[in-house]
């Protein structure tokens, strides 16, 4: 049957017997690609229903429909008429694993962060009211996603505006469901019947049941308080917010949804619907582990290298057995960046916040000022939404917080919203702040250990997984030429520099010897002894060429053209780089051995250096 | 009496009478010096005897006490040894005008920005339970404050982890309590008395009030739901956090503060008192117009140039009266940024979002995409908060925003945490975005036009105030010579054209004939018209120099140089820049029109570059 759905208007025709149907197809599609081609698996298998539910309702795309972080969107892509590419779902130039609307006029904005969908949806909804036109606004978003505070600061202008929008909190954790139990469903058939939307009629309820006296009283209420509160909880906090709200409701049951979502549809005011899916319906070993098949990684694929993430683990929980001030700080993320066995060996040390990387570098500054040493582990693109907390609280107090920022540079399948490419961008302009990359495992504990022992600032950038290799002798913090000759420089960092020596190779049979620098810290081009290696560098040779996987507007290139005179500046191109694997990614950006081989080759020939 | 008080401790000794004669010479002190070195008087006037009651409670600096955005801490900083340097506040090498480590062991930490104390407190509070030590924590935020999504995040996560920390919440709007009335007094009072926290003491009373038979407990109910929600408004959302609630209380009562403040400190997990204070309190103008006395300018401050707000305050009235596209929106900046008369005459289409940056630039990603012109007025430094909605949701969506970048470059008293030098570094990197900067009004209202006429992401980054001037002919955003001779071209942008021109004037008086290149665009030094200007003028001088009040890492310079070759980056060095007028700061910096012309006369020479 999936086959023949063109567009999501056809659902409005199915039978709720065929709308099941149409979910075990979906979900069997959804299994088979994920499990080759890498992606969110558990998400997207628990949103099914929830999908169909909400494109029976919604006519899209004149309705607005947003996904928040978009991992849940498989669905709905299969539902608009994506289901024959979607085996190149992730795959370079295929379908993206997020929402994309130059893929798709059904895809209303380009996801992959979190939290943000309510500000969209709140834009969407607003400049309809101001061009009174009548569409509906919907935004789907995860119990994680709620912990960011922009969802607060959607919701407070969302609520005080009295805009009308429809928000489904997709509840995968089941925390609030488990508490509620039966009386949820109870209370959401209240909420619906109207009046004075539940409240009311439940107060007057229990107090119709208050038995009389005293002590009875006083122990019936001591009961009654807590069932209050659980059903409450959620309730109070939408409440408080002007926010409407319904639920929870059992998110794979489609009738009951579709007929939630019709009565939300009908408030002139932002309404939040509750729903309560499992995250890895129906797929067993998701469902019994929703966490290891939250990410998925394509089949057959080698991790060449060795993961920095376990490195940096296995390096937090060594040091923390001897050194009581190291601390761990994560937004969400225990599991990606490697503290899954640090929280759980030193559990008072380790802190998740949530999706909140503001918060998170702003009390780790808070742990540093007090005699910690917190390390902040983020995502290098996530960290983006840190960078005012990190300059204002961090570096303006010179916090000896160390930034753990992983998954830098370019990142392979997951796209535009993922690649760590601002990261030198931002992170170079701060004064107070070190930023080193290491090249091999080796250079990424010893900068560890330099974090460690520096009172100040400190930030290590890396991607996911690093060659085997060794600091070597000395400051690590310390330029160093890996190799050395030749009349042109390839300064490079991080991952690059395996690219660099690789070129190197080339470029000698091709009868031009060059050097390698590895430039280990880079943000200090211009004083101290790392300035000194590069004022040298620009003596000694005839061209420096700056590879690195970085923007190549605001990256170490720049800086060194800035302090030295003209580099070759070889970085990341002045565009959003998509998905693909790493490799396709490097060539698309002319950053493969092969192409900087040619790029250097064609500059030193230009500057007439021949060998 | 306030010449006797050195410490904090002293005010233990105080009777009650003597505090109340202690405020008063403290708000003539604030009122006397602010009014002659410009400052943030409302806010502080209305916080010093919650100051007062705070230091009295607290036994600093081992307890550790956190002003968030620190524009109330006047009176703390009378209260802790710096009552005789006060006069020296917001000067040039004098006091901050926010808290700062660097002058006083009781400023806990560098503030400025909003909404961040919640989130440092928390890390103090983690580390002390850490190291097993018993200091007390606590942070003072406003109403305004309350409204940034960090604020949520961290109290989402001090809730959960119970951490023992007392938050202030100094609400000067007002708006609770009046709601509220007297009946929060009793609230208080019960909720201290212990218990059950009030709550069911409450519904018990109001229990037992209750009438009997049908349709007059309706009547009774449907009047008691209001009072009931109303006392329970903020409650709710706190609760919904596990967060312990206090108050309201009043903020000008000493003896009820401390009282309440030593309540709140016995709890072992989170509390929030609720301080009601009224902004301006003591000085009459301020008390009628506090949004006036928010900001006070030094006194005879004579403004150079015209305010770039007014400028586009009314450009936007004038657009929005034709084009139903166009729309504003501030974070709680309506006025500074110009904003406050077009909300006045276009309420439908002005969004004040709160101080809520992340927001306001994913709102407007969504009213773009729906077909409107959103026009987002940030000052600089608190656009940082914003970078990855303007990275995400803006350009990877190629939403037709426009980001009106007010107070960047160098922005005089309020020293370290608002100078808007990071700017440039931050956006330029960003794919699909033009950022410009003009260099008088005429082409601030001619970039005005330019991006209202594009259909993509645009930046306009401009100071406080430029010269009047005209835009000229052509294309507002290529580059454009403003004076042309000699071997040295100095390649300029912004405010920083005048002095461009001021050092070319002396250099010619020194026999050096210099162009000055106007660079209004700051990130096409590559591709496209731009980019073959700068490569024409790399071949016909013997020397570029960029002058910029950005930080010259990751500034225009290092772009210069990166393109064409080592150009001579005059920037913003790289620290945090201290208060002080704009010359000082430009003095400091080296960027004054003697030091540039120093210092491109050094590098001219050393060129070979006589004439």
């Given at each position: ?30 299994i ?11 998400s ?13 309702v ?10 928040d ?5 498989y ?31 059904y ?40 912990t ?8 407070n ?22 508490n ?8 959401t058939h ?51 917010l ?36 499992r ?21 057959g ?108 540079g ?37 900068m ?14 890396y991607?996911?997984?690093l ?24 300064i ?78 070889l ?33 030193a ?7």
């Amino acid at each position: 049957m999936l086959e023949t759905i063109q567009n999501p208007g056809q659902l409005k025709n199915l039978t709720l017997d065929q709308k099941q149907a149409l979910a075990r197809e979906i979900r069997d599609r959804i299994i088979q690609t994920t499990l080759k081609n890498g992606g969110h698996l558990s998400s997207n298998l628990g949103a099914v229903e929830l999908t169909i539910a909400l494109h029976s309702v919604l006519s899209a795309p004149e309705d607005k429909l947003l996904f928040d972080v978009g991992h849940q969107c498989y669905a709905h892509k299969l539902l608009t008429g994506r289901c024959e590419r979607f085996d190149t779902l992730r795959r370079f130039q295929g379908l993206s694993g997020f929402t994309r609307p130059s893929e798709s006029v059904y895809d209303t904005v380009a996801s992959g962060h979190a939290s943000d969908s309510i500000s969209l949806a709140l834009g969407f909804a607003k400049a309809r009211d101001i061009k009174k036109e009548n569409y509906n606004v919907a935004a789907v978003l995860g119990d994680g996603a709620l912990t960011g505070g922009m969802c607060y600061e959607a919701l407070n202008d969302a609520g005080q505006s009295k805009t009308r929008m429809l928000i489904v909190l997709n509840d995968n954790e089941m925390s609030i469901s488990k508490n509620v139990g039966s009386m949820s469903r109870h209370l959401t058939h209240m909420r619906q019947s109207g009046a004075y939307r539940g409240f009311k009629q439940f107060l007057r309820k229990a107090i119709n049941r208050l038995p009389k006296g005293g002590n009875r009283m006083e122990r019936f209420f001591s009961r009654v308080k807590d069932s209050l509160k659980a059903l409450l909880v959620s309730d109070m906090f939408f409440d408080s917010l002007d926010i409407e709200y319904l639920g929870p409701i059992d998110g794979h049951d489609i009738s009951e949804m579709e007929k939630v979502f019709r009565t939300a549809l009908t408030y002139d005011r932002p309404v939040v619907v509750h729903v309560v899916t499992r995250k890895g319906k129906g797929y067993a070993p998701a469902e019994e582990n929703p966490s290891k098949y939250h990410g998925v990684s394509p089949a057959g694929e080698i991790a060449s290298g060795v993961s920095c993430a376990s490195v940096v683990g296995k390096w937090l929980i060594e040091k923390a057995e001897t050194d009581e001030r190291v601390a761990g700080v994560s937004a969400a993320m225990l599991s990606g960046t490697g503290l899954e066995e640090f929280s759980k060996r030193f559990p008072e040390r380790c802190f998740d916040v949530g999706i909140a990387e503001e918060h998170a570098a702003a009390m780790a500054a808070g742990l540093a000022l007090s005699g910690l040493r917190p390390f902040v582990a983020l995502y290098s693109t996530f960290m983006q939404r840190a960078y005012d907390q990190i300059g204002m609280d961090v570096c303006l107090n010179r916090a000896p917080v160390t930034l753990l920022i992983d998954r830098s540079g370019l990142n392979g399948a997951d796209g535009e919203t993922h690649q760590g490419v601002f990261d030198t961008a931002l992170l170079k302009s701060l004064p107070n702040l070190t930023v080193c990359a290491p090249s091999n495992t080796g250079e990424l504990r010893a900068m560890l250990e330099a974090a460690l022992e520096r009172n100040a600032p400190f930030a290590i950038k890396y991607p996911k997984t690093l060659p085997e290799g060794e600091a070597g002798e000395g400051d690590v913090t310390r330029w160093k030429y890996v190799i050395k000759g030749g009349k042109v420089c390839v300064i490079s960092y991080g991952r690059m520099v395996s690219v660099a020596l690789k070129a190197a190779e080339m470029l000698k049979e091709k009868g031009l010897a060059v050097s390698v620098l590895n430039a280990r810290t880079l943000n200090d081009t211009i004083g101290g002894e790392n300035g000194r290696i590069l004022r040298e560098a620009s003596e000694e040779y005839g061209l420096l060429a700056v590879l690195e996987d970085s923007a190549a507007c605001g990256g170490l290139g720049e800086s060194v053209s800035g302090a030295v005179g003209g580099a070759l500046c070889l970085g990341v191109p002045d565009r959003f780089i998509p998905a693909g694997s790493i490799d396709e990614q490097l060539k698309y950006c002319a950053l493969d051995a092969g192409s900087v081989c040619e790029r250097v080759l064609q500059e030193a020939r230009a500057r007439g250096i021949d060998r």
